[in-house]
């Protein structure tokens, strides 16, 4: 399971070392230390985290599925924001991911428009008329596509990496055909 928290992203899977209990992997020292300084209480059999370089998450630590349990629940609890990208941002010991939860939410975006058969359904949606068109975003466009304006904004450093993204998104612009619209 991957969590995405205000706090730290991390990987969390069975400790086949520990029958019983859940191993919390993160690439960020800061996160898994976050993560380890969560109330104390909830969790008593999380141990200290540790560091291997030779592991593909380098930062790691071992609780009890019990205890994880009790502590995924405040996680959930300190959902206390409308975007997630902009609490994130907030945060100085996370600010270093904003272009990768960027990628992450634009890769997800073209996850959801093919495995729900998106562009076929907006094709036929072309064809009848109910869109104008279907196509990668063209650089001129982009400053009126409101959702890439939002993106933009958020996360104005992310900038070059939305541009090599948006080549393979494909966006829906339902306009009424007229000459103020060729634009």
């Known amino acids: 399971m991957w969590i995405f928290a205000t706090i730290g992203c991390f990987s969390i899977v069975t400790d086949s070392m520990k029958p019983g209990w859940l191993l919390i992997r993160a690439r960020a020292r800061a996160d898994i230390d976050n993560l380890y ?3 104390r209480e909830s969790s008593p059999s999380m141990t200290p985290p540790s560091s291997d370089e030779a592991r593909d998450y380098r930062w790691r630590l071992s609780i009890s599925r019990k205890d994880w349990i009790k502590l995924a ?3 959930a609890s300190d959902v ?3 975007n997630f990208k902009m609490a994130v941002h ?3 010991d996370q600010a270093s991911k904003k272009a990768a939860y960027a990628e ?3 890769t997800m975006r073209r996850v959801q428009m093919g495995s729900l058969n998106w562009i076929a359904r907006q094709s036929e949606k072309a064809e009848s008329g109910l869109a104008r068109c279907i196509e990668p975003l063209p650089p001129l466009k982009r400053a009126t596509c409101p959702l ?6 958020l996360w104005p450093s992310s900038e070059s990496m939305m541009t090599a993204a948006a080549p393979a998104t494909a966006v829906i612009r339902a306009l009424p055909t007229s ?3 060729e634009r």
């Open 179 to 181: 000459p103020e619209t």
């Open 90 to 92: 907030e945060r100085a």
């Open 104 to 106: 992450i939410w634009w």
């Open 73 to 75: 629940g405040p996680l």
């Open 80 to 82: 206390t924001y409308p």
């Open 37 to 39: 300084q969560a109330p």
């Open 148 to 153: 890439w304006r939002r993106t933009a904004a």
